[in-house]
Each structure stands twice: as C-alpha cells, then as structure tokens.
T-cell receptor, first 115, second 110 residues
Framework: ETGVTQTPRHLVMGMTNKKSLKCEQH?????MYWYKQSAKKPLELMFV???????ENNSVPSRFSPECPNSSHLFLHLHTLQPEDSALYLC??????????????FGAGSRLTVL | QKEVEQDPGPLSVPEGAIVSLNCTYS??????FMWYRQYSRKGPELLMY????GNKEDGRFTAQVDKSSKYISLFIRDSQPSDSATYLC??????????FGTGTRLQVFP
C-alpha cells in the first residue's frame, strides 16, 4: 500500500463510547497530523507529531487523545465525545522541517458521527 | 479577521468555461501559497503551489499570487466535469504551519 491510509472510513458512536481512529503512512515522512474538517469551516489543525514527538496541540479538548508510536503510525483516541465533534477527521503526513513548502499528503478521512 | 478568506460557493459552470477561484489573506509574511483539490469522499490532494508572487502554470491550471493586494487565484481553462471538486487555498509563513481557507465547491456540468 502507498500513501496515507485511514481506518475506519466511517464511525458512529454514542457520547459514552470509546473508539480510536488509525492512520498509517508509507511515504517515509517524518511528520504526521490530525485535522478536523467541518462544513463551511477551514481545516482545523489538531495535533502535529514530528519523529513521533508531539510538537503541536492546538488547544484540543482532552476527550481527543493522540498517540504516535512511531513515524509511520498515528492514532486518535476518542472518549466521551459531544455531537458537535461530528466531522471528517483527516490524517496527513509530510517531510516537515527540511525547508521549502510544507506539502501535506492526506488520507481519505474518517467520517465520525456522534449521537 | 480570518487569516485566509475564501468564498465557499458553490460555483457552477458549463463544461469548457474558464474558472477563477480566489482567496485573500491577511498576513504579509506568508510566503508559500498552495491549492489543494478535494473530491467527494476523499482527502485533499495538492494541486500546485507557488513561492512569493507570480504565476505558475501546469496544464490547464494556473496559480497566481499578488502579494501587494494579498490575493491568491487559481484559473482552470477548458473546465471539465472531472474538475468538479472542492478547491482549498492554503498558505504558510515558512514555519511549516499551513493556514487553510474554507474551500470553494466547484461543479462543472456537461
């Protein structure tokens, strides 16, 4: 497999459930990202990991918990979510910090619905 | 004021039309300007990017940056139904942190 792969593609969960989103990149990139995409809003950066160290947490509520065990894998653990957390969650990777434009490669996203 | 402003559309044009998609930005320190295309049920993919002011052409697509007016444009010539997608502009300050617009939904009908 190539590129950035996200699973599951669709997830429906209740407010008391615990679930996880998974992302895997096969591009040899050093940085991985979680973005939230909601209708008619810009992409919201949530977390950044560079060489599996978290370099940015964009004031994300603690009910979202990221995990990056290595440079190729990224998880987003979800717990006690709210209906307003329903959105498309996009994972991306890049060769960050090498100068030039930071070109992101995105996965297809995980569509989350919180009931 | 948002850092990057983009009209969400939708923009509907006939096949063969010239399409103009635009963004404005507020921070004069931005140096890289990008356009991503996002098809339905897919993630965004990079279409093209430019550094500083000027034009860049790639086939039917031309990206244009006017730093004096803080204006970013993407032109699509001879538009095709396969160009129907959401187009997101993005910019960065050479800090690796991208700022995205809301995206403009484009529909090209046969």
């Amino acid at each position: 497999e190539t590129g950035v792969t996200q699973t599951p593609r669709h997830l429906v969960m209740g407010m008391t459930n615990k679930k996880s989103l998974k992302c895997e990149q096969h591009l040899g990139h050093n940085a991985m990202y979680w973005y939230k995409q909601s209708a008619k809003k810009p992409l919201e950066l949530m977390f950044v990991y560079n060489f599996k160290e978290q370099t940015e947490n964009n004031s994300v509520p603690s009910r979202f918990s990221p995990e990056c065990p290595n440079s190729s894998h990224l998880f987003l653990h979800l717990h006690t979510l709210q209906p307003e957390d329903s959105a498309l969650y996009l994972c991306a990777s890049s060769r960050e910090g090498y100068g030039g434009a930071n070109v992101l490669t995105f996965g297809a996203g995980s569509r989350l619905t919180v009931l | 004021q948002k850092e990057v402003e983009q009209d969400p559309g939708p923009l509907s044009v006939p096949e063969g039309a010239i399409v103009s998609l635009n963004c404005t930005y507020s921070n004069s320190a931005f140096q890289y300007f990008m356009w991503y295309r996002q098809y339905s049920r897919k993630g965004p993919e990079l279409l093209m990017y430019t550094y500083s002011s000027g034009n860049k052409e790639d086939g039917r697509f031309t990206a244009q940056v006017d730093k004096s007016s803080k204006y970013i444009s993407l032109f699509i010539r001879d538009s095709q139904p396969s160009d129907s997608a959401t187009y997101l502009c993005a910019t960065e300050e050479n800090t690796d942190k991208l700022i995205f617009g809301t995206g403009t939904r484009l529909q090209v009908f046969p």
